[in-house]
């Protein structure tokens, strides 16, 4: 009996692993209902202490968002249009009614982005520089939430593991990495690959290819 048992759990283990290894995909129906070619993308609400986060995940959204298909509405153009009106704060103008977006910018959506991290820290015996994003794509006609993700990226992602010098060793590693990190604006980097995990028309959950992409309206492939 304890044989069995034990094939069981094992049995269980296995299925358990097998589906948190595979990603529920989202559901892009409204998505591909609403087909949007534009997206106006509004300053992000930095929930952090670093001031540099709004400025650094705004100059890396972009990229992504054009790549896979789509018009971003210049950074420049929109924000000196919110300025004109007297708009300088993200929590004001993700306030704005979605009919009025669509009024003065003429955009199809527009990405909604929260910065939930972003700067290195200093734990015992490590530092990291973590920035994680979260978005929403809504239909500024309809109102409706087309898309939505959360995103990270870690600079502890690619950095060696290695236990030499003990623990002593491990502390100087730490604070220099926090040191260096913090001076060369580390998080600029690590924005840039969590907005491309988030918006990538390749990342898992991403946006899907649009109007512009040679990937448009094909079969989303289960795994990328």
């Not at 239909?139 to 950095?159: C, I, V």
Request: charged share 15%; net charge negative.
């Amino acid at each position: 009996m304890k044989y069995f048992n034990n094939v069981f759990i094992s049995v269980l283990c296995l299925i358990l692993v097998g589906c948190g290894s595979t990603p529920v995909l989202y559901d892009y129906t409204e998505f591909r209902k609403s087909d949007p070619s534009s997206i106006l993308v509004l300053p992000p609400i930095n929930n952090t202490t670093e001031v540099v986060a709004t400025y650094g995940v705004m100059s890396r959204v972009i990229a992504p968002i054009s790549e896979a298909g789509y018009y971003p509405l210049p950074v420049a153009l929109v924000e000196q249009t919110f300025r004109n009106n007297g708009l300088t704060v993200p929590e004001d103008i993700h306030a704005l009614p979605k009919e009025k977006l669509q009024e003065i910018f003429g955009a199809d959506t527009a990405l909604y982005l929260n910065i939930q991290e972003y700067g290195t820290s200093y734990v015992i015996i490590s530092s990291d520089t973590v920035v994680t994003i979260s978005a929403q794509l809504i239909d500024l006609s309809t109102g409706n939430l087309l898309w939505e993700k959360t995103a990270t990226a870690s600079s502890a992602e690619t950095r060696s593991n290695s236990n030499s010098g003990g623990l002593i060793g491990m502390l100087v590693v730490a604070a220099m990495n926090q040191i260096i990190e913090t001076v060369s604006d580390q998080g600029f980097k690590i924005a840039g690959i969590t907005a491309s995990r988030l918006l990538s028309k390749n990342s898992v959950n991403g946006l899907l290819p649009g109007p512009r992409s040679r990937e448009y309206k094909q079969p989303i492939v289960e795994g990328q």
